[in-house]
Protein backbone atom coordinates (compact mmCIF):
# COMPACT_ATOMS: atom_id res chain seq x y z
CA UNK A 1 0.00 0.00 0.00
CA UNK A 2 1.19 3.11 -1.03
CA UNK A 3 1.94 6.15 2.10
CA UNK A 4 -0.01 8.79 1.33
CA UNK A 5 2.16 12.19 0.27
CA UNK A 6 1.50 15.02 3.00
CA UNK A 7 -0.02 18.33 1.64
CA UNK A 8 0.61 21.25 3.42
CA UNK A 9 -1.77 24.28 2.04
CA UNK A 10 -4.36 26.98 2.85
CA UNK A 11 -7.46 25.66 1.58
CA UNK A 12 -8.72 29.58 0.71
CA UNK A 13 -5.71 29.73 -1.55
CA UNK A 14 -5.85 28.96 -5.00
CA UNK A 15 -2.20 27.62 -5.17
CA UNK A 16 -2.72 25.11 -2.65
CA UNK A 17 -6.27 24.02 -4.62
CA UNK A 18 -4.49 22.98 -7.73
CA UNK A 19 -2.93 20.57 -5.86
CA UNK A 20 -5.90 19.35 -3.74
CA UNK A 21 -8.00 19.15 -7.57
CA UNK A 22 -5.11 16.80 -8.90
CA UNK A 23 -4.34 14.48 -6.16
CA UNK A 24 -8.36 13.91 -5.92
CA UNK A 25 -8.55 13.62 -9.73
CA UNK A 26 -5.65 10.99 -10.02
CA UNK A 27 -7.06 9.46 -7.23
CA UNK A 28 -3.62 10.37 -5.25
CA UNK A 29 -3.77 9.40 -1.12
CA UNK A 30 -3.17 12.57 0.53
CA UNK A 31 -2.93 13.86 4.26
CA UNK A 32 -4.21 17.04 4.42
CA UNK A 33 -2.24 19.76 6.92
CA UNK A 34 -4.05 23.25 6.78
CA UNK A 35 -1.74 26.38 7.27
CA UNK A 36 -3.00 29.68 7.75
CA UNK A 37 -1.62 32.19 6.12
CA UNK A 38 -3.13 35.05 7.45
CA UNK A 39 -2.28 33.84 10.97
CA UNK A 40 1.19 34.00 10.00
CA UNK A 41 1.51 30.31 9.86
CA UNK A 42 3.85 30.28 6.92
CA UNK A 43 6.35 32.22 8.80
CA UNK A 44 6.96 30.19 11.68
CA UNK A 45 10.08 28.39 12.76
CA UNK A 46 8.53 25.06 12.42
CA UNK A 47 7.14 25.93 8.86
CA UNK A 48 10.14 27.92 7.07
CA UNK A 49 12.08 24.54 8.28
CA UNK A 50 10.04 22.65 5.77
CA UNK A 51 10.17 25.36 3.35
CA UNK A 52 12.42 28.28 3.60
CA UNK A 53 10.70 30.52 0.93
CA UNK A 54 8.13 30.68 3.37
CA UNK A 55 5.43 29.89 0.70
CA UNK A 56 2.33 27.29 0.77
CA UNK A 57 1.60 24.71 -0.92
CA UNK A 58 4.35 22.27 -0.03
CA UNK A 59 4.24 18.37 -0.87
CA UNK A 60 6.06 16.19 1.24
CA UNK A 61 6.64 12.88 0.04
CA UNK A 62 6.89 9.59 2.37
CA UNK A 63 10.51 9.62 2.02
CA UNK A 64 10.74 13.16 3.70
CA UNK A 65 11.44 15.06 0.71
CA UNK A 66 9.97 18.38 -0.12
CA UNK A 67 8.77 19.89 -2.92
CA UNK A 68 7.00 23.44 -3.16
CA UNK A 69 5.80 25.77 -5.57
CA UNK A 70 2.10 24.57 -6.95
CA UNK A 71 2.69 24.31 -10.45
CA UNK A 72 6.12 22.02 -10.03
CA UNK A 73 4.25 19.77 -7.40
CA UNK A 74 1.20 19.02 -9.94
CA UNK A 75 3.45 18.86 -11.92
CA UNK A 76 5.11 15.81 -9.76
CA UNK A 77 1.80 14.66 -8.98
CA UNK A 78 0.95 14.14 -12.84
CA UNK A 79 3.47 12.44 -13.91
CA UNK A 80 2.35 9.78 -16.78
CA UNK A 81 -1.21 10.88 -16.44
CA UNK A 82 -3.36 12.16 -19.59
CA UNK A 83 -2.69 15.47 -17.14
CA UNK A 84 0.44 16.27 -19.07
CA UNK A 85 0.00 16.06 -22.90
CA UNK A 86 3.14 12.81 -24.15
CA UNK A 87 4.02 15.48 -26.96
CA UNK A 88 6.68 17.00 -26.20
CA UNK A 89 5.87 20.54 -27.61
CA UNK A 90 2.52 20.46 -26.53
CA UNK A 91 4.14 19.53 -23.15
CA UNK A 92 6.21 22.95 -23.07
CA UNK A 93 3.14 24.43 -24.03
CA UNK A 94 1.57 23.69 -21.32
CA UNK A 95 4.32 25.16 -19.15
CA UNK A 96 4.60 28.05 -21.31
CA UNK A 97 0.85 28.89 -20.16
CA UNK A 98 1.70 27.85 -16.13
CA UNK A 99 4.77 30.15 -16.16
CA UNK A 100 2.61 32.88 -17.51
CA UNK A 101 0.02 32.05 -15.02
CA UNK A 102 2.10 32.75 -12.31
CA UNK A 103 3.87 35.82 -14.17
CA UNK A 104 1.13 37.49 -15.51
CA UNK A 105 -2.29 36.51 -13.91
CA UNK A 106 -1.57 35.54 -10.46
CA UNK A 107 0.32 38.17 -9.31
CA UNK A 108 -2.80 40.80 -10.61
CA UNK A 109 -6.12 38.42 -10.46
CA UNK A 110 -5.13 36.53 -7.35
CA UNK A 111 -3.78 39.22 -5.49
CA UNK A 112 -6.83 41.97 -6.31
CA UNK A 113 -8.70 39.13 -5.23
CA UNK A 114 -6.80 39.19 -1.86
CA UNK A 115 -7.11 43.20 -0.72
CA UNK A 116 -10.37 42.58 -1.76
CA UNK A 117 -11.85 39.71 -0.11
CA UNK A 118 -9.46 39.39 2.57
CA UNK A 119 -7.89 42.53 3.29
CA UNK A 120 -10.98 44.41 2.71
CA UNK A 121 -9.71 46.99 1.18
CA UNK A 122 -12.11 49.35 -0.86
CA UNK A 123 -11.29 49.72 -4.91
CA UNK A 124 -9.70 53.44 -3.58
CA UNK A 125 -7.41 51.25 -1.87
CA UNK A 126 -6.08 49.24 -4.24
CA UNK A 127 -3.46 50.16 -7.07
CA UNK A 128 -5.32 50.12 -10.03
CA UNK A 129 -2.32 48.71 -11.98
CA UNK A 130 -3.80 45.86 -10.53
CA UNK A 131 -7.18 46.02 -12.42
CA UNK A 132 -5.55 46.95 -15.54
CA UNK A 133 -3.11 44.00 -16.05
CA UNK A 134 -5.49 41.28 -14.57
CA UNK A 135 -7.79 42.66 -17.40
CA UNK A 136 -5.13 42.22 -20.04
CA UNK A 137 -4.85 38.72 -18.52
CA UNK A 138 -8.06 38.02 -19.16
CA UNK A 139 -8.01 39.18 -22.50
CA UNK A 140 -4.97 37.04 -23.62
CA UNK A 141 -6.74 33.90 -22.23
CA UNK A 142 -10.49 35.08 -23.85
CA UNK A 143 -7.84 34.98 -27.12
CA UNK A 144 -6.90 31.82 -26.58
CA UNK A 145 -10.26 30.01 -25.87
CA UNK A 146 -12.04 31.85 -28.91
CA UNK A 147 -10.86 28.76 -31.23
CA UNK A 148 -10.74 25.91 -28.29
CA UNK A 149 -12.26 24.48 -25.70
CA UNK A 150 -9.00 24.39 -22.95
CA UNK A 151 -5.85 25.32 -22.91
CA UNK A 152 -3.44 23.11 -24.87
CA UNK A 153 -5.43 19.53 -25.47
CA UNK A 154 -9.36 18.93 -26.27
CA UNK A 155 -8.95 18.12 -22.89
CA UNK A 156 -7.51 19.01 -19.41
CA UNK A 157 -4.55 19.53 -18.75
CA UNK A 158 -2.23 21.42 -15.80
CA UNK A 159 -2.36 24.33 -17.73
CA UNK A 160 -6.35 24.41 -17.53
CA UNK A 161 -5.93 23.66 -13.78
CA UNK A 162 -3.23 26.16 -13.37
CA UNK A 163 -5.44 29.06 -14.74
CA UNK A 164 -8.75 28.14 -13.11
CA UNK A 165 -7.78 28.39 -9.81
CA UNK A 166 -7.82 32.41 -9.01
CA UNK A 167 -9.68 32.55 -12.90
CA UNK A 168 -13.13 30.76 -11.54
CA UNK A 169 -12.57 33.59 -8.17
CA UNK A 170 -12.03 36.79 -10.26
CA UNK A 171 -15.19 37.85 -9.66
CA UNK A 172 -14.18 38.15 -6.14
CA UNK A 173 -11.27 40.29 -6.95
CA UNK A 174 -13.99 42.63 -8.72
CA UNK A 175 -13.09 41.43 -12.58
CA UNK A 176 -16.20 40.73 -14.27
CA UNK A 177 -16.12 37.65 -15.99
CA UNK A 178 -19.35 38.76 -18.33
CA UNK A 179 -16.91 40.86 -20.24
CA UNK A 180 -15.00 37.77 -21.23
CA UNK A 181 -17.47 34.54 -21.87
CA UNK A 182 -15.47 32.56 -23.43
CA UNK A 183 -13.41 32.43 -20.45
CA UNK A 184 -16.47 32.45 -18.11
CA UNK A 185 -17.33 28.76 -20.26
CA UNK A 186 -14.41 27.70 -19.66
CA UNK A 187 -14.24 28.04 -15.87
CA UNK A 188 -17.96 26.04 -15.99
CA UNK A 189 -16.11 23.20 -18.39
CA UNK A 190 -13.10 23.13 -16.11
CA UNK A 191 -15.02 22.71 -12.74
CA UNK A 192 -17.14 20.00 -14.41
CA UNK A 193 -14.86 18.12 -15.81
CA UNK A 194 -12.66 17.67 -12.40
CA UNK A 195 -15.71 17.89 -10.36
CA UNK A 196 -15.18 21.02 -8.63
CA UNK A 197 -18.05 22.66 -6.48
CA UNK A 198 -18.58 25.90 -8.13
CA UNK A 199 -18.60 27.35 -4.19
CA UNK A 200 -15.70 25.45 -2.79
CA UNK A 201 -13.05 27.96 -1.59
CA UNK A 202 -14.99 30.68 -2.36
CA UNK A 203 -15.11 33.59 0.20
CA UNK A 204 -18.67 34.32 -0.75
CA UNK A 205 -20.88 31.71 -2.43
CA UNK A 206 -21.95 32.08 -6.47
CA UNK A 207 -24.76 34.51 -6.93
CA UNK B 1 20.45 19.57 -41.94
CA UNK B 2 18.27 20.54 -39.37
CA UNK B 3 16.08 23.78 -39.83
CA UNK B 4 16.93 26.57 -37.55
CA UNK B 5 15.04 27.57 -34.76
CA UNK B 6 14.41 31.35 -34.67
CA UNK B 7 14.57 32.92 -31.06
CA UNK B 8 13.06 36.81 -30.84
CA UNK B 9 14.60 38.23 -28.12
CA UNK B 10 16.25 41.19 -26.53
CA UNK B 11 19.61 40.96 -25.80
CA UNK B 12 19.70 43.39 -22.66
CA UNK B 13 17.19 40.79 -21.27
CA UNK B 14 18.26 38.26 -19.07
CA UNK B 15 15.21 36.40 -19.89
CA UNK B 16 15.78 36.51 -23.40
CA UNK B 17 19.68 35.46 -22.63
CA UNK B 18 18.57 32.46 -21.44
CA UNK B 19 17.48 30.60 -23.99
CA UNK B 20 20.39 32.03 -26.51
CA UNK B 21 22.95 30.24 -23.33
CA UNK B 22 20.83 27.26 -23.67
CA UNK B 23 20.66 26.90 -27.43
CA UNK B 24 24.63 28.02 -27.39
CA UNK B 25 25.05 25.33 -24.63
CA UNK B 26 23.63 22.21 -26.77
CA UNK B 27 25.03 23.62 -30.00
CA UNK B 28 21.22 24.24 -31.51
CA UNK B 29 21.32 26.18 -34.21
CA UNK B 30 19.65 29.38 -34.39
CA UNK B 31 18.70 32.83 -36.32
CA UNK B 32 18.52 35.43 -33.48
CA UNK B 33 15.64 38.09 -34.12
CA UNK B 34 16.45 40.80 -32.21
CA UNK B 35 13.31 42.97 -30.82
CA UNK B 36 13.92 46.11 -29.13
CA UNK B 37 11.38 45.85 -25.93
CA UNK B 38 12.16 49.94 -24.59
CA UNK B 39 11.25 50.76 -28.41
CA UNK B 40 7.75 49.23 -28.06
CA UNK B 41 8.80 46.64 -30.62
CA UNK B 42 6.62 43.67 -28.38
CA UNK B 43 3.56 45.66 -28.71
CA UNK B 44 3.75 46.01 -32.63
CA UNK B 45 0.61 44.31 -34.38
CA UNK B 46 3.53 41.79 -36.07
CA UNK B 47 5.04 40.82 -32.93
CA UNK B 48 1.51 40.12 -31.34
CA UNK B 49 0.49 38.46 -34.20
CA UNK B 50 3.43 36.01 -33.03
CA UNK B 51 2.84 36.18 -29.20
CA UNK B 52 -0.78 37.70 -27.99
CA UNK B 53 0.86 38.21 -24.57
CA UNK B 54 3.28 40.80 -25.78
CA UNK B 55 6.27 39.55 -24.49
CA UNK B 56 9.68 38.00 -25.26
CA UNK B 57 11.63 35.50 -25.68
CA UNK B 58 9.76 33.75 -28.38
CA UNK B 59 10.86 30.66 -29.90
CA UNK B 60 9.68 29.74 -33.37
CA UNK B 61 10.07 26.22 -35.00
CA UNK B 62 10.90 25.55 -38.35
CA UNK B 63 7.06 23.96 -38.43
CA UNK B 64 5.78 27.29 -37.62
CA UNK B 65 4.68 26.64 -34.27
CA UNK B 66 5.56 29.59 -31.71
CA UNK B 67 6.21 28.91 -28.10
CA UNK B 68 6.85 31.67 -25.19
CA UNK B 69 7.58 32.15 -21.50
CA UNK B 70 11.92 32.16 -21.25
CA UNK B 71 11.60 29.00 -18.95
CA UNK B 72 9.17 26.85 -20.91
CA UNK B 73 11.09 27.87 -23.87
CA UNK B 74 14.64 25.76 -22.12
CA UNK B 75 12.70 23.26 -20.89
CA UNK B 76 11.86 22.57 -24.54
CA UNK B 77 15.30 23.09 -26.19
CA UNK B 78 16.90 20.75 -23.44
CA UNK B 79 14.62 17.69 -23.45
CA UNK B 80 17.02 14.72 -23.26
CA UNK B 81 19.85 16.56 -21.93
CA UNK B 82 21.93 16.61 -18.57
CA UNK B 83 20.42 19.91 -18.76
CA UNK B 84 17.35 18.68 -17.16
CA UNK B 85 17.66 15.38 -14.50
CA UNK B 86 16.50 12.32 -15.52
CA UNK B 87 15.02 11.62 -12.08
CA UNK B 88 11.44 12.68 -11.59
CA UNK B 89 11.75 13.85 -8.34
CA UNK B 90 14.77 16.20 -8.89
CA UNK B 91 13.17 17.49 -12.42
CA UNK B 92 10.03 18.50 -10.02
CA UNK B 93 12.91 20.01 -8.24
CA UNK B 94 14.23 21.98 -10.78
CA UNK B 95 10.86 23.58 -12.15
CA UNK B 96 10.00 24.56 -8.19
CA UNK B 97 13.01 26.75 -8.63
CA UNK B 98 11.95 27.82 -12.18
CA UNK B 99 8.73 28.44 -10.79
CA UNK B 100 10.08 30.48 -7.85
CA UNK B 101 12.40 32.41 -10.17
CA UNK B 102 9.78 33.84 -11.88
CA UNK B 103 7.69 34.63 -9.31
CA UNK B 104 9.92 35.37 -6.27
CA UNK B 105 13.18 36.68 -7.55
CA UNK B 106 12.51 38.11 -11.33
CA UNK B 107 9.55 40.50 -10.58
CA UNK B 108 12.20 41.82 -7.52
CA UNK B 109 15.88 41.95 -9.26
CA UNK B 110 15.00 42.15 -12.74
CA UNK B 111 12.65 44.90 -12.27
CA UNK B 112 14.52 47.10 -9.54
CA UNK B 113 17.29 46.78 -12.16
CA UNK B 114 15.30 47.96 -14.95
CA UNK B 115 14.08 51.26 -13.03
CA UNK B 116 17.66 51.96 -12.28
CA UNK B 117 19.55 51.02 -15.04
CA UNK B 118 17.28 51.75 -17.64
CA UNK B 119 14.72 53.89 -16.56
CA UNK B 120 17.15 55.90 -14.72
CA UNK B 121 14.72 56.33 -11.70
CA UNK B 122 16.90 57.61 -8.20
CA UNK B 123 16.26 55.03 -5.39
CA UNK B 124 13.92 57.59 -3.96
CA UNK B 125 11.83 56.82 -6.49
CA UNK B 126 11.84 53.08 -6.52
CA UNK B 127 9.17 51.14 -4.89
CA UNK B 128 11.24 49.73 -1.65
CA UNK B 129 9.81 47.08 -1.59
CA UNK B 130 11.71 46.28 -4.32
CA UNK B 131 15.09 46.19 -2.35
CA UNK B 132 13.47 43.90 0.66
CA UNK B 133 12.08 41.20 -1.70
CA UNK B 134 14.89 40.95 -3.89
CA UNK B 135 17.30 40.86 -0.90
CA UNK B 136 14.97 38.24 0.93
CA UNK B 137 15.27 36.34 -2.72
CA UNK B 138 19.07 36.03 -2.47
CA UNK B 139 18.75 34.86 1.02
CA UNK B 140 17.04 32.11 0.14
CA UNK B 141 19.35 30.93 -2.80
CA UNK B 142 22.25 32.14 -0.18
CA UNK B 143 20.57 29.43 2.17
CA UNK B 144 20.57 26.83 -0.36
CA UNK B 145 23.65 27.40 -2.14
CA UNK B 146 25.35 27.17 1.85
CA UNK B 147 25.71 23.33 1.42
CA UNK B 148 25.80 22.26 -2.31
CA UNK B 149 27.17 24.38 -5.82
CA UNK B 150 24.26 24.39 -7.69
CA UNK B 151 20.63 24.48 -7.53
CA UNK B 152 19.74 21.34 -7.95
CA UNK B 153 22.12 18.48 -8.93
CA UNK B 154 26.03 18.26 -8.74
CA UNK B 155 26.17 20.36 -12.01
CA UNK B 156 24.65 22.88 -13.94
CA UNK B 157 20.99 22.48 -15.00
CA UNK B 158 18.16 24.87 -16.16
CA UNK B 159 17.63 25.97 -12.31
CA UNK B 160 20.67 27.45 -12.56
CA UNK B 161 20.54 29.15 -15.57
CA UNK B 162 17.12 30.50 -15.19
CA UNK B 163 18.17 32.00 -11.93
CA UNK B 164 21.60 33.59 -13.06
CA UNK B 165 20.11 35.34 -15.66
CA UNK B 166 19.38 38.11 -13.57
CA UNK B 167 20.83 37.31 -10.08
CA UNK B 168 24.27 37.83 -12.37
CA UNK B 169 23.11 41.58 -13.30
CA UNK B 170 21.74 42.08 -9.48
CA UNK B 171 24.61 45.12 -9.04
CA UNK B 172 22.85 46.95 -11.81
CA UNK B 173 19.53 47.16 -9.55
CA UNK B 174 21.69 48.46 -6.46
CA UNK B 175 22.01 44.88 -5.06
CA UNK B 176 25.31 44.34 -3.41
CA UNK B 177 26.74 39.98 -3.90
CA UNK B 178 29.37 41.06 -1.03
CA UNK B 179 26.65 39.89 1.56
CA UNK B 180 25.43 37.17 -0.31
CA UNK B 181 28.86 35.11 -0.90
CA UNK B 182 27.75 31.77 -1.43
CA UNK B 183 25.58 33.69 -4.50
CA UNK B 184 28.60 35.20 -5.67
CA UNK B 185 30.38 32.27 -5.54
CA UNK B 186 27.72 30.36 -7.82
CA UNK B 187 27.05 33.13 -10.36
CA UNK B 188 31.09 32.87 -11.13
CA UNK B 189 30.89 28.98 -10.97
CA UNK B 190 27.80 29.32 -13.51
CA UNK B 191 29.41 31.73 -15.48
CA UNK B 192 32.17 29.92 -16.18
CA UNK B 193 29.93 26.20 -16.89
CA UNK B 194 28.31 27.80 -19.08
CA UNK B 195 31.11 29.74 -21.19
CA UNK B 196 29.28 33.55 -20.12
CA UNK B 197 31.35 36.50 -20.69
CA UNK B 198 31.19 38.18 -17.23
CA UNK B 199 30.36 41.20 -19.20
CA UNK B 200 27.93 39.99 -21.58
CA UNK B 201 24.26 41.89 -21.21
CA UNK B 202 25.08 43.83 -18.74
CA UNK B 203 24.56 48.10 -18.81
CA UNK B 204 27.88 48.48 -17.61
CA UNK B 205 30.85 46.61 -17.35
CA UNK B 206 32.05 44.65 -14.20
CA UNK B 207 33.91 46.37 -12.24
Request: net charge negative; hydrophobic share 45%; charged share 30%.
Amino acid sequence: MLAPVRIYGDQRSGNCLKVKWTADHLGIPYEWHEVDVLKGQTRTEDFLAINPAGQVPCLERPDGRILAQSNAIIFHLARGSKLIPSDDFDQAKMLEWMFWEQYSHEPFIAVRRFRKAFQNLSDDEIDPELMAKGRRALGVMEMRLLSRDFMVRNHVTLADIALVAYTRVADEGGFDLDEFLGVRAWVARVENELGIDPDAGRVSPVL
